[in-house]
């Protein structure tokens, strides 16, 4: 499967509480913190977002999206949580 979206926007900005937000009418923001990171873990909350715009939540679904597009994708998720202390991008 392939991500197919259409991203109107895609942003770079501070953000306080989470790595990115994404909204429906396609556009995506990413936390400039994210830019000193290793590229798995942008891989990881880049797909995390993307999924979004085709499951909502973070169901059974986009679980199983999540690990066929990044393969462990728990070992990013519990690295991106301990390098924040914000509330994670499980918030949304
Ligand atoms: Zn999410």
Request: negative net charge; glycine residues 6%; hydrophobic residues 45%.
């Amino acid at each position: 499967m392939k991500l197919e979206v259409d991203i109107v926007w895609l942003g770079v900005r501070p953000m306080h509480n989470k790595w990115a937000s994404c909204s429906t009418n396609g556009h995506l923001n990413f936390n400039a913190e994210l830019l000193a990171l290793d590229q798995d873990l942008w891989d990881y909350v880049i797909v995390h977002e993307l999924l979004h715009f085709f499951v909502p939540n973070h169901g059974k679904l986009w679980k199983v999206l999540m690990r066929a597009h990044l393969g462990d994708y728990e070992v990013s998720e519990s690295r991106l949580k301990s390098l924040s202390s914000a509330p994670g991008i499980n918030e949304h």
